[in-house]
Structure formats: C-alpha cells, structure tokens
C-alpha cells in the first residue's frame, strides 16, 4: 500500500471530550481520503478520553502511540512524527476542528505550486456555544510580521523531508513549538503558500491560549528565545522584546557600523497653525530634526520651491551654517513637482540611506532614525516606513492597504490603537507606505530611477513602493518610529483624475488584490473587516453552517459540505394565508 | 508682568506663547483621544447600519410582494 499523502500529526493529553469528537469528527469527515492520523497520546487519565481514542484506533487510517506518563506537548509531537508515512505533516491539535474540505483545498494549492514547502490557511475562533467570532484573515507571506506574531499557527501544513531534516520539534520549547517549528521550517522552505480561506476552527476552553494568549504566561519568554534563536540563525543583529500584547514582540535591531543617511526635505516654505503657533513649518521640520535625532551620521538636504520666501530662506541658510555637512538646493521651474524635487534632492545627496520627508513632519523620538535604519541590513528590504500621526495624536499612516483602492490603514483612529491581533504595534510587510517619511536605500533608489516624475503630486510614493516590491524586495511598516505630520485632516488629497487613470493602468491588478491584505476583506475598507461582516447574508449563512458543523459534525459531514451548500435551494418562508380584514 | 497683564521681556512672552502652545497641543491631544473613539465606534455602528438596512430593505421588498396592489 503506498504512502498516503497526508499525515494528521495529534498530541492528545485529556481534553474535553466533546472537542475531542468534535475534532475526530472533523478528520474522519475529510472529502479527501489520502491522509493518515497520527496521534500521541501523551499520558491522558480521563476514561473517556481513553477509551474513545482506543475505538479510534481500530480505524486502519489511524495510528496511535501512547505515553504511559505526560512527557509535554513537544515529546508527544514528537512521538505522533514519528508515526508519519505522508509526504505532507498536518499540524492539529486535539481540541480544535478542520474544515471538512481543508486537505482538499490544501491538496489543490499543493497541485498548482510543486515548489511549496511549506503552506498555511486562514483560521478563526468557536465559542462554547459554536459561534464563530475572532477570524484571523491572513496575509501573504509575511516574514517581518512572523517574527513578531507566529500569524502561520493554524493551519499548518509542512514538507515531511524538511521537518525531518531539522529535527522536528524542539525540547524545551513546550508551548512555543509550532512557532519555533514554522521558523526552522520556513527558513529552508522554497516557498511558501498562504490558502485564503478559513480552514481550521479553534474550540475556545478556559485556560486555552485561543481565548487568552496570557493564559500561557510562560510561553511569552519562551517566544523571545524562539525568535532570538531565530534571529541568530539568519544573522538579523537584534534584541527581541515584550509587548503589551501577549503574543506579539518587537525586534529592536542593532546598527553596529552605522551608514550615512541623507534626509531630503522639500519645501515652500509654506506656514500653518500647529498647537496654536502659525509659522512655517519648515523652521519646525529642521530644529526637531537636527536637535532630536540621535544619529552619528545624517545630512540634510532641503530642496527650496523658487518662490519660497526671502525670510524663510534667510532663516534656512542661518540654520544650514550651524549643521555644515547640510546642502540647500534651489529647485528649478514654477510648476510643482514633488518627485522631480525628490530626485533633484537625492542627486546632490551623499548618503548610502534616503528619507524621503515631507517639511510638515516633527520629529520627537531620539533613535526613529536608527530604528528604520536597522531594517536595511537584510538585503532584501527596499523600503521602511514610519507610524505618522497628526497634531492631535490620531492616527495618519499606518501603512497602505490596497483593498480596490489604496488605503490608508485605520485612518483616524487613536495613535495608540492596537488593531485586530495587535497589527499596528508590530513591524510588518505592507504594499506601500507614504513619502511623508520613507527610508530606501540609495542602490535601490537609483535602480528605480528615482521616484515616478510623471506623478507630480500624488501617488509617485504609491508606484515607487510597488516598483520596488515588484523587484522582489519587501516594504516594511514600523511602529517603532513614531512621527508627527501635521497633513491638514479635512482637505483631501490634490488628485487629478489623469493621474487617477494613470495609476489604475499601470497597477491595476495590484491596486485590487493586495498580498498583504486578504480576499476575503470587505472592499474599500481600511480596517481589515471581513466580508461577512459587511454583508449579513453571507453572516448569517456562515454562522449558521459553523453552529451545524460543530453540533455533530460526523452526522453532518456528508450533507455539509460547501459544494452541497451552494448547491442547496435556499429557504423560503411558507406562504401565509392572507387574513381578511376586520374592517 | 506688566498692569495690562503682559510680559515684559522678549523672554517672557516666548515662555508665556510656549506654556499656551503646551496647553494647547494638550488639549487637542484629548480631542484627538475622543476623536479616535468616535471614529472606533463608527466602525463598530457601520456594521449594525449596514445590517438595519439590509433587514428594512428585505422588509420593504416582502411589503411589496404581499401588497394587494402588487
């Protein structure tokens, strides 16, 4: 009999014998048939629990090892590998439940992509009572984002040859193992596939870290060793930290040999009213600049607007004769210009690094310099943006989602909003991010050929970001800088409608289907909303499906499958005999 | 200061324009708080709006269906 697959891979150890069948239900009803179950018992006392394994066990698709005592999640994960004949390893754990098509669709993906090694789906969360509620929409393949939250979990689907080829789990790790699993794993991987779609349920008990990452205290330090570890082994020099949120971390990289960075800061020396003192911003711009900013190695260079105004540029070269490594560069012709200012700026600028930053930014953070800086030793990084706020500390910029349309993410929202999952206090790969404050290395800025001239005002950020992710490089978030931006809130963006049609042409495709969002995000929707929330149909269908699927998914399984739902006739109320009237 | 309530060197009034302006971004700090609330609970009614609606206009056309002049 040839291989399957497949291979289930389950350490049980006690759990709740309704998830438990829950569970058992949700593999034996699988629409694919190719797979094996490994499962380790590790140690279980409950009866119940003992005995239903045993019955299980007289299924030829099922192998079972037990431990006559507890040994950890690890060891018995490790015992449940060793029982693995399939090419394929299936991460599950004993109280949670998978879509009855998950191999199927998973099989399917595999087909398309024979380089995958290493895939991963959607996942979300049942309540006792079987409602579904915390959906965890992923992005594509987001190493920044992995390092700081393991958003993979579930499900997991790996190469048998590369989980045997790094040892499979790792002891002392009991409670972080799929993180630091994934890690290893997706360090040697070819490729790695995301699967859009909610495959996998977690069945939320009390004392579960579905319900509550805290409730696993101890796997918080060991997440900081995970990616330390982590760290070590792709030669990333960092220092990995806590957050507020259990289960996301910050890595801190270290700048040893520091590169010289070249600020370019555009200006007409235009004037507004910032915490009631109206004077030019670009006066603001500079001093916090020169005065805040803890770096051994910067130089500024301010690109004037020919109209500016004789006292502000009087005020600019008093300024530019205290900070002698400085350049002003008067920028030519009166029509505006920002990429041409941009290039021109970058053309007198001596620096390895490039910020690229708008004259109403304030800066007030020491070392947001050296934070963004930290991200380009890896080689693939092209560009780092900054979280912006505005004068009132709402949030400005928290990168750009391309969701029909570009996007600013949670516009609006409190700068110390944390987002869905903690996603705006982690680092992670965007499309996009604004010019306002963006960091790019000069090689790659010159292999770009600068920023996009023919977009004069808007979007020039928006195609040098997606030319410089197309090159295969990565656009990285980062929450670790904070800046102010004093962009006015009530007026729009000055956009033609040429320059609309323009961007649309050229990216189109990109513009609508963003890896770093999800299809199943509502459209033109900043916040990461699923599509359910926006429609109730599709709401009510599929809470409805899930409260079905868990209250006998063994019974239900040959009925419920997603095919025969969309194939089935939708209910229609009886007709109710109209009544006479009184009257 | 000064009988009219002013300061009376340069120093002076910059401090004073100082203190105001920390005042002032202070306060627009706690607008920008409550701003961000409202714009959190927006979010929260957009979607009990977009329900209300699809609910009233299934209703209306149900109404419509069943109406005798239908």
């Known amino acids: 009999m040839s291989a399957p697959r497949f291979s289930v891979v389950t350490p049980v150890h006690d759990p709740p014998p309704d998830l438990l069948e829950a569970c058992i239900g949700s593999v034996l009803s699988q629409t694919l048939g190719a797979w094996e179950w490994c499962v380790a018992d590790d140690g279980s006392r409950s009866p119940a629990v003992i005995?239903?394994?045993?019955?299980?066990?007289?299924?030829?698709?099922?192998?079972l090892l037990t431990h006559e005592r507890s040994s950890g999640i690890v060891a018995a994960s490790n015992s449940a590998l060793s029982l693995a004949t399939g090419e394929w390893i299936v991460l599950l754990d004993h109280d949670d439940c998978l879509e009855l098509h998950a191999l199927a669709a998973v099989a399917e993906a595999i087909d398309a992509?024979?380089?995958?090694?290493?895939?991963?789906?959607?996942?979300?969360?049942?309540?006792?009572?079987?409602?579904?509620?915390g959906e965890l929409l992923k992005p594509d393949w987001s190493p920044?984002?992995?390092?700081?939250?393991?958003?993979?979990?579930?499900?997991?689907?790996?190469?048998?040859?590369?989980?045997?080829?790094?040892?499979?789990?790792?002891?002392?790790?009991?409670?972080?193992?799929?993180?630091?699993?994934i890690l290893r794993v997706t360090e040697r991987a070819r490729r790695v596939h995301h699967v859009p779609e909610i495959l996998y349920h977690w069945c939320v008990t009390p004392g579960s870290a579905a319900g509550d990452p805290a409730a696993k205290p101890h796997a918080q330090a060991l997440g900081v060793r995970t990616i330390g570890d982590h760290l070590d082994r792709v030669g990333i020099d960092a220092e990995v930290q806590l957050t507020d949120n259990p289960g996301n971390f910050r890595v801190v990289r270290r700048v040893e040999d520091p590169p010289t960075v070249s600020v370019i800061v555009p200006t007409a020396g235009t004037s507004r009213a910032v915490w009631g003192?109206?004077?030019?911003?670009?006066?603001?711009?500079?001093?916090?600049?020169?005065?805040?900013?803890?770096?051994?190695?910067?130089?500024?260079?301010?690109?004037?607007?020919?109209?500016?105004?004789?006292?502000?540029?009087?005020?600019?070269?008093?300024?530019?004769?205290?900070?002698?490594?400085?350049?002003?560069?008067?920028a030519a012709g009166d029509e505006f210009n920002f990429s041409r200012r941009i290039n021109l700026g970058a053309a007198h600028a001596s620096g390895e690094l490039l910020v690229l930053l708008n004259d109403d930014v304030l800066v007030e953070q020491r070392d947001w310099l050296t934070r963004m800086v930290g991200f380009t030793a890896e080689p693939d990084v092209g560009i780092v943006g900054c979280r912006l706020l505005y004068a009132d500390g709402t949030l400005q910029h928290g990168g750009i989602l391309c969701n029909e349309q570009p996007l600013h993410i949670f516009h609006g929202f409190a700068g110390d909003e944390p987002g869905p999952f903690?996603?705006?206090?982690?680092?992670?790969?965007?499309?996009?991010?604004?010019?306002?404050?963006?960091?790019?290395?000069?090689?790659?800025?010159?292999?770009?050929?600068?920023?996009?001239?023919?977009?004069?005002?808007?979007?020039?950020?928006?195609?040098?970001?997606?030319?410089?992710?197309?090159?295969?490089?990565?656009?990285?978030?980062?929450?670790?800088?904070?800046?102010?931006?004093?962009?006015?809130?009530?007026?729009?963006?000055?956009?033609?409608?040429?320059?609309?049609?323009?961007?649309?042409?050229?990216?189109?495709?990109?513009?609508?289907?963003?890896?770093?969002?999800?299809?199943?995000?509502?459209?033109?929707?900043?916040?990461w909303v699923p599509r359910w929330r926006a429609d109730t149909s599709l709401g009510i269908r599929r809470r409805l499906r899930t409260l079905l699927y868990v209250a006998d998914p063994v019974q239900r399984a040959s009925e419920l499958t997603p095919s025969v739902i969309a194939a089935r006739p939708r209910h229609r109320p009886r007709r109710r005999p109209r009544r006479r009237s009184r009257r | 200061?000064?009988?009219?309530?002013?300061?009376?060197?340069?120093?002076?009034?910059?401090?004073?324009?100082?203190?105001?302006?920390?005042?002032?971004?202070?306060?627009?700090?706690?607008?920008?708080?409550?701003?961000?609330?409202?714009?959190?609970?927006?979010?929260?009614?957009?979607?009990?709006?977009?329900?209300?609606?699809?609910?009233?206009?299934?209703?209306?056309?149900f109404g419509r269906l069943l109406s005798p002049r239908s």
């Open chain 1, 51 to 63: 005995s239903r394994l045993r019955s299980l066990a007289e299924d030829p698709r099922v192998r």
């Open chain 1, 113 to 133: 992509g024979p380089d995958i090694d290493y895939l991963y789906t959607d996942e979300d969360k049942l309540a006792p009572d079987g409602s579904p509620y």
């Open chain 1, 144 to 181: 920044e984002r992995l390092r700081t939250q393991n958003y993979c979990t579930h499900l997991s689907v790996l190469r048998r040859a590369i989980v045997t080829d790094v040892g499979g789990f790792r002891e002392g790790f009991d409670g972080r193992q799929d993180h630091d699993l």
């Open chain 1, 277 to 330: 003192i109206d004077r030019p911003l670009i006066y603001r711009c500079l001093d916090s600049l020169c005065s805040v900013t803890e770096y051994p190695s910067m130089e500024v260079v301010v690109v004037l607007d020919p109209k500016t105004r004789g006292r502000v540029v009087t005020e600019i070269e008093r300024w530019r004769r205290q900070d002698v490594a400085s350049r002003i560069v008067v």
């Open chain 1, 422 to 527: 903690g996603l705006l206090q982690i680092d992670r790969e965007v499309s996009a991010v604004t010019a306002a404050c963006l960091l790019t290395p000069r090689r790659v800025f010159d292999e770009m050929g600068g920023l996009p001239e023919h977009f004069a005002v808007a979007f020039n950020d928006l195609e040098y970001c997606l030319r410089v992710r197309d090159s295969g490089r990565r656009v990285i978030w980062t929450p670790q800088a904070t800046l102010f931006h004093f962009e006015s809130q009530s007026r729009g963006r000055d956009v033609s409608t040429d320059e609309v049609d323009e961007l649309y042409r050229r990216w189109g495709q990109q513009l609508r289907h963003d890896p770093y969002g999800n299809p199943q995000f509502a459209p033109y929707q900043a916040e």
């Open chain 2, 1 to 61: 200061m000064t009988a009219l309530g002013e300061p009376e060197t340069i120093e002076g009034v910059r401090a004073e324009r100082d203190a105001a302006s920390t005042r002032c971004r202070e306060l627009e700090s706690e607008l920008g708080a409550m701003r961000g609330r409202v714009r959190s609970l927006e979010r929260a009614m957009w979607r009990r709006t977009a329900q209300r609606r699809l609910v009233a206009h299934t209703v209306r056309r």
